[in-house]
């Protein structure tokens, strides 16, 4: 599939006299893609513009090559949405939930039943499944959301802090089952999330939103980039010699709080930097390239744009 | 992770319509219904009523049938009946449609709408399930889920609106038109089922109005709260503000607050289309002597039919537009308040 | 330094009839930041309700300061606690409910309005919301009023169960900021949180549970020699990882290798089996200079927090 899976000119949404979105234009490629905001930016309140839930005051948008407007039923038959909040219908069991939504869908009740079981198994439940729905904990909420926005086989999926209160290996999991969505299967995934990490891993492309405005919208690869010469070096003990001769080769350097010692190196690969390390004896544990990239670009691009 | 069983699939079924979904919607709704606790009694209370309507309806064919042993067990021992008895049968003989027709008239105005009949059960039931309806939609967010799928506000509203037509299906028209098959394959002729059929058209067109009417009605109590307690509370306080409204407006100057409520309107419709009044009224000019009993007017007395004149035309204009109106402020409810979030 | 430990747990158990919360676990916790780490359902929020007294132990005992908290307001009136349910009054100001808890807390009405606008500043409250009911407050603004409301009566140890949920990176960074300061301040602070990176930058200390039990208590620093072992998990990204990898095999450092993201279109990354991490760290260098292999990155598998809890809850 080719071409911009979503497209917006002008968006801008009105709640009384404050926008939700004030004159938002992207163009999306298909991929993973990470949306990013501090509170109340607007993150959610873009992606419900573009699946309608919301309607638009301004402008207009395009997911999947087709108008939002005008063709928002047959769009949504393509398109999967995991809402941040509960969203399950009480009194029903996990399975009969993720078939009732494939239903919603158009899937006929045969296939709907036989997706519905291999989304759960895709998502990891077992025979939680068999249960009602009300007494779900988190993690098993967090995997039917993920489950009911599948299961229809759509090309682009919306997912609103997948991850948000889960415990570490349910984390996990459930990144893993995000990545593969768009590695494996080849699903476009937009992602919104706090965890600038959980972003980092998974998404491919970048967009931060502050008061209803895109900040910055590019690749990971290229933020990285913009990050480049810099690095984080792991060393057991022995900090402040390690800063001196890191200064000693025109570093520059900071001693972090946990103990981490950012790096300013300005060199091609990090190879010259251990080579130089290793001749005073220093061996590093771990060295890794352009550290919270991802942080210092989101900080920056709010501190650009100013405060309030 | 081992547990994670990455067996992802495409498919490359075909999507089915609109109108498909919207039944998926109607289907959920009714098993919601059904499951919840007591909706199993108030339903089977629906069908065996009905099925004590069909063993009196039954009874009733029996009398007209001389050679039924039913008749005879009835004239041997009640002699009131002795006298009575061949009465009935000259009657049936010579007049079926009144005999007949007209008695099944009656029978079905008092079975689709008196105080103990399935209307009462069915409103019952539909104030069971108002928390259900959207009420729990709205609380859990689901409005949110249904949104986020391949249908629409309209199409969620048209669902829900069918589940429960389906609901006041099982509980309402679906016992009345068993009644009245029931009656009539047990009545000792087939000709019963040509007299009864305007027994039959005026129920049917009474309980399919009054279904409509209390769809709306139960979607638009159900949407404007989202704790399914106020809900409910808000359901039960309509229906008695229909019984007080009509209780204050009856013979007062204030007549007009009858029409306020759907209690009167129903019943005035009621009145219209089953033509009670017209009955008696054409009853009263073919057997003036069997009209005048003291006994008769307090029949009809008890059955709130008070002159001996049909319902007026301006009376059922003014009914059937309050009961609009109320269907369209449930409309506008539903409008208002099923968005997502 | 060596002062008496915060927290002491003793053979502490707790059961909810045949349900086990905490089962027979000994500890210490002393002053700076501790982490408490576990996946659903081991125990965690038992054990914060111990600490924080509304809880009873079932078995054993635990002291805070010496004390055991249950049922002794000498020992609460050392504690905040942050509860991860945002059960907030609605239709409060955040300020109205502050002073009122102050004053609950004993600080004199007088000087209850003065600390409860120097708390909200502290917790970076902006000034417009001070006035606002707790109801229009969102997630983050609540978190705030919540930790807020925990320093209010100056605790020397704060327990926080997920203090950062819902917030977003910047609040995240501020309340990290407000909690080392506190630390520093000589504030014991217990933090239960899910996002393990964060804590590992945060909490010098862990304590991991899982069923019911302390698998791993300590410093980060111990729990990682305790898993050093005689081979090595490192994720690399070099110039010819193709070649690189066979130099490590001549060397006879490699036990074996997987190769990732070859889909990149630049420089793949290499997960790396290496035997004898010693060997392999001193002979690093050599390897890459003599064969001109560019190093991008070098990332050990066994050192994060998530890599130790992982292992440990295995």
Redesign the interface.
């Known amino acids: 599939m080719s071409g911009a899976i979503i497209e917006c000119s002008g968006v801008t949404k009105l709640f009384g006299d404050f926008a939700g979105l004030n004159n938002v234009s992207l163009s999306v490629s298909p991929g993973t893609i990470g949306l990013?905001?501090?509170?109340?930016?607007g993150k959610s309140t873009l992606m419900?513009c573009l699946?309608?839930?919301?309607p638009i005051s301004m402008g207009g948008a395009r997911l999947l090559g087709r108008d939002v407007g005008s063709e928002?039923?047959?769009i949504?038959?393509r398109?999967?949405?995991a809402?941040e909040?509960?969203?399950?219908?009480?009194?029903?069991l996990g399975c009969e939930y993720v078939t009732?939504?494939a239903?919603?869908?158009?899937?006929?009740f045969q296939?709907a039943r036989q997706?519905a079981h291999?989304?759960l198994?895709?998502v990891?439940m077992g025979q939680e499944r068999y249960r009602a729905v009300d007494t779900y904990?988190?993690?098993m909420k967090q995997r039917v959301k993920l489950a009911?926005a599948?299961v229809?086989?759509p090309e682009l999926v919306f997912l609103d802090e997948p991850t948000?209160?889960?415990?570490?290996?349910?984390?996990?999991?459930i990144l893993?089952?995000v990545e593969?969505?768009w590695?494996?299967?080849n699903i476009s995934v937009v992602l919104s999330s706090?965890?600038?990490?959980d972003v980092d891993r998974i998404c491919g492309e970048i967009i931060i939103i502050a008061r209803g405005e895109v900040l910055v919208q590019d690749t990971l690869k290229n933020l990285k980039a913009r990050r480049a010469g810099f690095a984080e070096l792991?060393v057991e003990g022995e900090h402040q010699r390690v800063l001196e001769i890191l200064r000693a080769n025109e570093c520059t350097c900071e001693l972090e709080?946990?103990g981490h010692i950012t790096v300013k190196h300005g060199r091609?690969?990090?190879?010259p930097v251990?080579?130089f390390l290793?001749d005073e004896g220093v061996?590093?544990?771990?060295?890794?390239?352009s550290p919270n990239a991802l942080?210092e670009v989101?900080?920056q691009a709010?501190s650009n744009h100013g405060p309030d | 992770m081992a547990q994670i069983d990455s067996s992802y699939t495409h498919r490359d079924g075909d999507t089915r319509g609109i109108g498909y979904r919207r039944w998926v919607i109607a289907q959920a709704t009714l098993t919601a219904c059904l499951k919840l606790k007591g909706m199993k009694w108030v339903v089977w209370s629906c069908w065996i009523y009905a099925f004590l309507q069909g063993i009196f309806l039954f009874g009733f064919g029996q009398l007209m049938d001389p050679s039924s042993a039913v008749y005879a067990f009835i004239t041997e021992n009640l002699g009131f009946f002795k006298s009575i008895g061949p009465m009935f049968q000259g009657w049936a003989e010579e007049n079926p449609r009144i005999a007949i027709g007209m008695t099944y008239n009656l029978f079905f105005y008092i079975f689709t709408g008196y105080i103990v009949s399935t209307l009462t059960l069915s409103l019952v039931a539909l104030g069971m399930a108002i928390p259900r309806l959207i009420t729990s939609d709205l609380s859990s967010r689901a409005i949110t889920i249904y949104s986020s799928k391949a249908v629409s506000r309209l199409d969620y509203c048209l669902g829900k609106f069918g589940g429960v037509m389906l609901l006041l299906t099982i509980t309402w028209l679906g016992p009345m038109l068993a009644t009245w098959l029931m009656g009539n394959l047990m009545a000792p002729k087939i000709s019963f089922f040509w007299h009864t059929a305007p027994a039959l058209l005026h129920s049917s067109m009474f309980v399919m109005s009054g279904m409509i009417f209390l769809g709306l009605m139960a979607l638009g109590v159900s949407s404007m709260t989202s704790s399914p307690r106020t809900a409910t509370s808000i359901w039960v306080g309509v229906l008695l503000l229909g019984v007080v409204l009509s209780r204050i407006g009856e013979g007062s100057e204030n007549y007009w607050l009858q029409y306020l409520s759907f209690w009167f309107n129903l019943e005035l419709l009621q009145g219209w289309v089953f033509n009670i009044s017209g009955d008696f009224i054409e009853l009263g000019t073919e057997y003036p002597s069997f009209t005048d009993g003291h006994i008769f007017d307090r029949f009809k007395e008890r059955l709130g039919i008070k002159k001996n004149v049909s319902t007026p035309r301006h009376d059922v204009a003014v009914a059937i537009t309050c009961l609009s109106l109320l269907g369209g402020a449930a409309l506008l409810t539903l409008y208002k308040k099923v968005k997502p979030e | 330094m060596s002062i008496a430990p915060v927290i002491q747990a003793a053979e502490l158990s707790r059961w909810y009839g045949i349900v086990m919360g905490l089962n027979n676990i000994s500890f210490d916790i002393g002053t700076g930041l501790t982490g408490l780490v576990g996946p659903n359902g081991a125990g965690k929020s038992t054990l914060i309700k111990i600490i924080t007294g509304q809880l009873r132990p079932s078995d054993g005992e635990l002291t805070v300061f010496g004390m055991q908290p249950w049922n002794n307001p000498a020992v609460l009136r050392e504690i905040g606690f942050c509860p991860e349910d945002d059960a907030l009054p609605d239709r409060l100001r955040a300020r109205t409910w502050l002073r009122g808890l102050a004053m609950l807390s004993g600080i004199a009405p007088s000087a209850a309005p003065d600390h409860v606008d120097a708390i909200l500043d502290r917790v970076k409250l902006e000034r417009v919301h001070w006035e606002k009911p707790l109801g229009q407050f969102s997630k983050g603004m609540r978190q705030r009023v919540k930790l807020a409301q925990a320093l209010l009566h100056h605790p020397r140890l704060l327990v926080l169960d997920e203090p950062m949920n819902g917030l977003d990176p910047m609040g995240r960074q501020e309340v990290q900021r407000i909690l080392k300061q506190l630390a520093a301040e000589g504030t014991a602070v217990l933090i239960s949180s899910h996002i393990l990176h964060e804590l590992e930058a945060l909490c010098p200390e862990i304590l991991i549970l899982n069923w019911g039990r302390v698998i791993a208590s300590g410093s980060q620093l111990a729990l990682q020699r305790r898993l050093q072992g005689t081979e090595a998990n490192l994720h690399i990204r070099c110039s010819d990882p193709a070649r690189f990898t066979r130099v490590l095999f001549e060397a006879d450092l490699l036990l074996g290798f997987d190769c990732t993201d070859t889909s990149g279109d630049d420089e793949g990354g290499l997960d790396l089996r290496v035997k004898d991490p010693q060997r392999f760290s001193d002979s690093l260098v050599d390897l890459l200079t003599d064969n001109d292999i560019a190093l991008h990155e070098l990332r050990s598998r066994d050192r994060s927090l998530q890599d130790i809890f992982e292992k440990m809850t295995e």
Do not use: W
């Open positions: 990013l905001g501090p509170n109340g930016a419900k699946l309608q839930l919301h928002g039923r047959e949504r038959t398109v999967g949405y809402p909040q509960d969203c399950l219908i009480s009194g029903m009732y939504c239903q919603l869908n158009g899937l006929p296939e997706r291999e989304m198994d895709f990891g904990s988190t993690g009911q599948i229809h086989d948000n209160g889960l415990d570490p290996k349910g984390r996990e999991q893993q089952l593969s969505l590695k494996k299967h706090h965890l600038l990490q792991v709080s946990n091609e690969s990090l190879t251990l080579k290793h061996r590093p544990i771990e060295a890794l390239p942080e989101f900080l709010l």
